[in-house]
């Protein structure tokens, strides 16, 4: 990582409020160059406090963006950190046509230039592109990173059309812990407790929503911007890793935008900014990749941007199963069409005649984390455990090496004998000694196999033949290894189990796995820069005599025949920046579940955050309790939130819902 200070332009920054037509004012944090052009500008708006939680990370990029003559501009959304306002759900209308406001607010500035981009990952990326697709005129550009295209079902809410247990539950948790904090009294002032108490009667769970809608309906569909690609007019740089579950959104901006409009770019990537540095790696000069297209499309000058392929992928090598990479082996290559004409389909037909899959529950304890962040334990282990657990079916790699890039393919034959449940394919790279490295994987809930926006019980006893595609990968199978086709009746807990699911039997004769096997080419011409970043915030982590528990642990009863994955998100822990904050913050997530029971899957999450001010003797408290189970007919949610100012308890609440089971 190369940290520069010298820069074109001088900067400098400033706080302020934006105001909305409706009288709110939101929260921003605007670095700019020191000169008498105007310049355009670049928005980066989310929900997660520019005054300390994405502090770190804008101070990476946001002044070296300034330096390089840009007004980059740091947006919280209306309800959280110290903007004003009410909270709302993610993604609500409220919340990006505040976003098309400030869009307008920054091209009306006389020191910009009328032109604005924007950019964030994750919910920064997901508000770029569905801003992009409101179109406001002052926008001309976006690089949207690790976002969604389709909020149903390729969001955190639901997968293959079955309730993400893992990460809709931890998720709609983390949020009612995030969205329960306080505006900070050194930027709002003394009005902060009054603010933060009409905040906390808004508050509503995420997850009430969210369970209430189990198909892709109109809620879905707002904000998907798969409804109409066409309403996006600013040129999009989509970018993605594939150790990111939002990868597959890249690969159908490429194929849907025009092309004269979009590039893509994957690389082996967590869910991060590819400049951080955070496995697994290569990490490239994202930033730089970044000044090339606001260069292009903002300034008018030809970078050359446009001439790069249409889609830009690392294919990784073979590699032993870990759950962490500093690296990973591989290459770049290019396309310059997706679908690429260097991409085949290629039928595996499955071979072994009728098979029962009848899956124990705790199968899935060893898929790793949904959101890899690039810590120690977040992506799959040896998979031999997990396809004990499974159906295989294998394929040997011979004389050359079988590259793939793409979305696998799966049709399944199946005959079920009750009329719920769900099949899981993982596609795996098993060494000559056995070791299992999983590749990629994908899910279907059966009464979703017509359609995700309908719920189909399965016709008992009946055989049908269901298709499902896997999730994106780019990866090599070297000679001598074998191809492995896994599947399984439950996945948990990804994929929530459904009440009476008995597995099924699976048809070997006209099922098959269809690889999009790419031609091999050479790609000497992509290459990236040295990762580059401005100078760092100076946050400072305080060393800790406890030892830290760990990451992911997993615990099994044997007389209960029960299963316990305990996971820390380690999203950050004791940090101290330096105007004096100190900001703590601990979460605990816990998964059960009986090996032999779908009803007896339950899921918890615990967070405790605190801020405090020790020169303004500003001290407060943020607990929550968040619980989800179900039986045979609902779904059942307890969230508690309590809040303290000091040692006074100032909000205390909880719910407690049950909501009924349709599709999930």
């Not at 409706?22 to 005054?51: H, N, Q």
């Not at 990326?125 to 969604?148: M, W």
């Not at 159908?252 to 979009?262: A, I, S, Y």
Request: hydrophobic residues 35%; aromatic residues 10%; proline residues 8%.
């Amino acid at each position: 990582m190369h940290i520069r200070t010298d820069f074109p332009y001088e900067t400098t920054h400033e706080d302020l409020y934006i105001p909305l037509a409706d009288g709110t004012e939101l929260y921003a944090r605007i670095w700019r160059p020191v000169t008498d052009e105007p310049v355009p500008a670049l928005l980066e708006y989310l929900p997660y406090r520019l005054s300390d939680w994405t502090a770190p990370r804008d101070w990476q990029r946001h002044p070296w963006y300034a330096g390089h003559g840009y007004a980059s501009v740091r947006v919280d959304v209306r309800g959280h950190g110290n903007s004003e306002g009410m909270p709302g759900d993610e993604y609500d209308a409220t919340e990006l046509a505040d976003g098309v406001a400030v869009v307008h607010w920054l091209a009306q500035q006389e020191w910009c230039s009328g032109r604005v981009g924007m950019f964030g990952i994750s919910w920064g990326g997901f508000n770029s592109l569905q801003i992009a697709a409101l179109a406001p005129e002052p926008l001309k550009a976006i690089v949207t990173v690790c976002s969604a295209d389709d909020r149903y079902d390729n969001d955190v809410h639901y997968m293959g059309g079955s309730v993400l247990g893992v990460d809709m539950h931890a998720w709609a948790s983390t949020m009612l812990a995030f969205v329960s904090r306080p505006p900070d009294p050194a930027d709002v002032g003394d009005d902060w407790r009054d603010m933060w108490l009409r905040r906390l009667e808004k508050v509503e769970p995420f997850i009430h929503t969210w369970l209430a809608h189990q198909t892709r309906d109109d809620y879905w569909k707002h904000g998907s911007v798969c409804e109409d690609y066409g309403a996006i007019t600013a040129k999009v740089m989509a970018v993605g890793g594939w150790h990111d579950p939002y990868r597959d959104t890249v690969l159908r901006l490429v194929e849907h935008l025009d092309p004269g409009q979009v590039r893509g770019l994957i690389g082996p990537w967590s869910h991060q900014y590819p400049d951080r540095g955070l496995p697994p790696g290569p990490a490239i000069g994202f930033l730089q990749e970044t000044l090339r297209w606001w260069d292009q499309h903002l300034k008018d000058q030809d970078t050359g941007v446009m001439n790069e392929p249409l889609l830009r992928s690392w294919i990784s090598g073979s590699h032993r199963p870990a759950t962490v990479y500093e690296t990973l082996p591989g290459r770049w290559v290019g396309d310059a069409s997706w679908p690429s004409e260097n991409v085949s389909p290629v039928a595996y037909a499955l071979a072994g005649g009728a098979q029962a899959v009848r899956s124990p529950q705790q199968t899935g304890m060893d898929a790793g984390r949904f959101f890899p962040f690039g810590n120690d334990a977040d992506l799959p282990p040896d998979q031999r455990d997990e396809d004990a657990k499974s159906v295989c079916f294998e394929f040997p790699v011979e004389e050359a090496p079988i590259e793939i890039l793409g979305r696998p393919r799966v049709r399944l034959r199946i005959r079920m004998d009750v009329p719920r449940g769900q099949a899981i394919a993982r596609l795996c790279d098993v060494a000559p000694d056995g070791a299992s490295t999983l590749v990629t994987r994908g899910a279907l809930n059966l009464a979703t196999r017509h359609g995700r926006d309908r719920s189909d019980d399965w016709p008992v006893g009946e055989t049908e033949d269901v298709t499902f595609e896997l999730n994106g990968i780019g990866h090599t199978f070297p000679p001598g290894h074998r191809i492995r086709l896994a599947v399984s009746s439950s996945y948990w807990p990804w994929i929530w189990p459904q009440a009476g699911s008995d597995g099924f039997t699976l048809e070997a004769d006209g099922s098959l796995v269809e690889l999009p096997v790419r031609r091999h080419t050479e790609d000497p011409a992509i290459t990236f820069g040295e990762p580059e970043q401005a100078e760092p915030l100076g946050v400072v982590f305080p060393a800790t005599l406890d030892e830290q528990r760990p990451e992911r642990l997993v615990v099994r009863d044997v007389a209960k025949g029960e299963w316990r994955l305990e996971v820390d998100p380690r999203y950050g822990g004791t940090r101290v920046y330096p105007d004096g904050l100190e900001f703590t913050e601990d979460a605990l997530e816990t998964y059960t579940i009986q090996q032999d029971d779908p009803l007896s899957a339950r899921a918890r999450s615990d967070w405790t955050i605190r801020l405090h001010r020790p020169e303004m003797s500003w001290d407060v408290r943020i607990e929550t309790r968040s619980e989800t189970s179900a039986d045979a007919d609902d779904f059942i949610t307890s969230n508690e939130v309590a809040c303290k100012d000091g040692d006074e308890v100032v909000f205390h609440r909880t719910w407690e819902k049950r909501i009924p089971r349709t599709a999930g």
